[in-house]
C-alpha cells in the first residue's frame, strides 16, 4: 500500500495540498465526532461567527474578523473599516512618506503579524528602515534606536486597549528621545485613552477585533501603505476560505478534520504538544502567529458538560530547517509525545526547502527501516502536511483563516470560548497591583 492510500485526509484545491498522516485517526472516528458536532449545533455556530452575532460570552462581544475581510473594498480605502478616516489615512501615508525611519511599538498581536508581514514583503526597493520595539525591557529601545536619529524617525504605537503596560513603557521613552509628538501614530480600539497621551493621528479599529486576530484591521495599516496590492491578495485569501467554508462540503472538512484530530490526539492520544514548522523562509514567523492564535484561544478551562477536559495543546516550532539542527532531536528520538504541523511551498519542487519538508514528515510519521537499535527512529508523531501552490499574501491569508476556522471549531467542541483572555489580563491586573504598592 501506497503511503498516501493510508492518509487519514487529503484534501487539495488551487491554493493549498494538504496530507494529514495521522493514520488511528480513523473515518469511523471522524464520524463520531461529527454526530458530537450535529449535537452541539456546530454548523449554527459557525453561521453566527460570520453573521456578526455574539460568540464571546464572557465579554458580551461579537468577533469581527470575519466581517473586516467580507466588507473589504481594494478600490476604496476608507473601507479598511468603517472607522478609518480619509484625512487620519492621508496624515498617516505622508508621515510615513517621509519618514527614513518607522518604529513600530507594540506586543502580541500588535507585533506577530506585523513582523510577519515586514518579512513576506519585497522590500528590495525601499529606502525605509523598520523595526520593531515589543516588551518592557529599556535595553531593547536603547540598542534598536542607536544608529537612528529623531528627526528622520516616526513611531507607530499599536495597542488595542492603549493600556498594555509594556507598550506604555516604550511609548514613554520613545517621547522623551524624539520630543516631538507628532511623529506618533496611535493605532487602537480604544482612542480615548490614546488621546490622553496627546497623539494627534489615531488610527482606530473595533472593539469586536481581538488581538490575535488584528491582522486583518488597521494594525496592518503600514503594510497597506507600503504595498496596497500585495494587502488586498492577502485579504482576498482570507475572504476566500471564509467562503469556502460557509460552502464547500470538502473544505469544511478538511478543517473539521483537523479540529477532530487535534482534540482527540490530545484527548486521547496524550499527544499535548505540536509543533508547527514553516519551510518557506519568508513565512518563519508563522509559528510564532499561530503560538498566539492556539494558545491564547484555547489555553482555557475545561467545560463542565464537555466531553474532552484537555483543551489548547502546547504550539511550538519555528523555520523547518533550523528546527531540524535543534529539536528535531526530540521529535525523531525521544520519549515526549508530540505531533507536528508541516507547511511548505510547491513553487519548487527541486527545493532543499521543498524536499526536506516532503521527507520529514514522512520519517516523522512513518519512521524508517533502515536504522535500528540506538539509531532507531520513533516513526509515530501524528503529522500534518501543508503544502500551499506559492509563498504569496494570498495564499497566506487563505492558510491564516484557515487556521482560525481550524480554531473556533476546536473551541466549540471543546465548549470554551476562544476570544477571550482572562490568564493574560490576570498578569496585567497583578503586575498593575505590585506596581501600585510600590507607590
Known sequence: MKREDRSSCVFKNDKVNFRSYINEFTNDLYKAFDLSAKKIGLDSKIDDLFDGKLVNFTEDLAAWHPKYRAQYNPKKSDT?????????????????????????????????????????????????????????????FRMKINNIVPKDTIFIVSSKSFKTLETLTLLKEALKWSGDISKFVAITANKDEAQKHNINCIIEFDQEIGGRYSIWSEISTLFYWLNQENFNDFMAGGRQADIDLQSDEAYLKFVKNLSYSDIWLHNFNNKNSRAVLSYIWTWRSLPDYIQQLEMESLGKQPCLESDYKKTGQIIFGGYGPTAQHSYFQLLHQGTQDVCVDIVASLEDKNSLNYIQAITQSELLSEGSKDFKDLERINGNVPTNLFLIENSDTYNLGYLLATWEHRTYITATMLGINPFDQFGVTAGKIYTDNYLSDKD
Open 80 to 140: 479598511f473599516s468603517h472607522k478609518m478616516q480619509q484625512n487620519e489615512l492621508t496624515s498617516f501615508y505622508d508621515l510615513c512618506a517621509r519618514a527614513k525611519n518607522i518604529v513600530t511599538i507594540g506586543i502580541g498581536g500588535s507585533y506577530e503579524g506585523p513582523k510577519m508581514f515586514l518579512e513576506i514583503m519585497d522590500l528590495t526597493n525601499t529606502v525605509t528602515n523598520f523595526l520593531f520595539i515589543t516588551g518592557s525591557d529599556l535595553s531593547e
